[in-house]
């Protein structure tokens, strides 16, 4: 209860006690009690808005050395607490952009140690290769060996750099996707054909089954490249003879893409993970950098999309993505 309604209340009190008193002389007696009492209530009032000022600056005072959130039950009804409370929800959103800056830049810091790591090691491949071929007596079936190992780091790093700058766009959520009605059967064919020659020189069958009636909203590049990426993690880790097989269909949902490998699988213990940034299992490909299926991930969740895998080791492995209706 406000101190204006305890006086408004001793006011009622000594108006009722008066018309009840026997005599003038008690009257007077019960009105300079309740003016007494207005005039207490107004030095506990005072006291008690100086108190609250001198918290508030207090608080203000303290946020120079660290952010503290308040209490929001301290805050009153009044205009004092109406800017007490304004000045904490200020205070609290200030923290947040704070924390969100401090998650950036350990974000920043991460992902340049990740490239400098993962490049590291390909550019001193070639940068060793580079002083053999300065070598003239050097044999030219080894020079065109080291050429081609350059040649086939350099497409390496390429790649590298390519998805780690698309993983750090999705994550950091610049990159701008522009989804349109496409045909499914469209975007796999996109996502097979850079695919073609792994799959021949691996003697591995890739197989799509796509109506050529179900469309589905994406972005037709990005969502190709995401979904290539799936098929050659497929592609890798499936033996010679093996097969690769997409299959498309539609419900009222969802546009859904099965894509699997008889291959060897994925354990058990590395299956939660195998989207995580620079993951691998222990039946990664040796030059396996683990960002593949990450950036999948990413691409399709931006969509409005899925992704979930499931394996049996040693029996091949299966990614369902589903693709949501506009």
């Not at 792994?198 to 069958?205: F, G, I, K």
């Amino acid at each position: 209860m406000s101190y204006l309604y305890l006086k408004l209340l001793i006011a009622a009190v000594a108006a009722v006690l008066c018309i009840a008193a026997g005599s003038w002389k008690t009257a007077c007696i019960i009105l300079l009690l309740c003016t007494g009492g207005m005039v207490l209530c107004d030095i506990i009032a005072a006291y008690s808005y100086k108190k609250r000022i001198s918290i508030l600056i207090l608080y203000l005072t303290k946020l120079q050395d660290a952010v503290i959130l308040p209490d929001f039950d301290e805050c009153r009804g009044d205009d004092l607490g109406i800017l007490q409370s304004e000045i904490y929800k200020l205070v609290t959103l200030l923290k947040e952009q704070s924390d969100r800056e401090g998650q950036q830049k350990r974000y920043l810091a991460d992902m340049l140690s990740d490239i400098s790591h993962q490049i590291k090691t390909p550019l001193t491949g070639i940068t060793i290769m580079t002083d053999l071929l300065k070598n003239p007596d050097l044999p030219a079936e080894k020079r065109m060996e080291f050429v081609e190992r350059i040649d086939s780091q350099t497409g390496k790093i390429t790649w590298l750099i390519h998805n780690l700058l698309t993983l750090s766009q999705l994550e950091a959520d610049v990159l701008k996707l522009k989804p349109e009605m496409v045909a499914a059967e469209t975007v796999l064919t996109h996502a097979a054909a850079p695919l073609e020659l792994l799959a021949e020189v691996r003697n591995v069958t890739l197989a799509l089954e796509c109506d050529a009636q179900i469309c589905m909203y994406c972005d037709v590049s990005w969502t190709a490249e995401a979904l290539s990426n799936i098929i050659k993690n497929c592609i890798e880790h499936t033996a010679e003879g093996g097969c690769v097989r997409t299959s498309v269909w539609q419900n009222n949902f969802s546009v859904n893409i099965r894509i699997e490998d008889n291959g060897c699988g994925i354990a058990k213990e590395d299956l939660p993970h195998i989207f995580e940034r620079f993951y691998k299992g222990k039946h990664s490909a040796k030059d396996s950098i683990g960002i593949g299926l990450a950036m999948a991930k990413q691409v399709i969740m931006r969509q409005n999309g899925t992704i979930e895998a499931e394996s049996v080791e040693g029996e091949g492995s299966r990614f369902l993505v589903k693709m949501y209706m506009k």
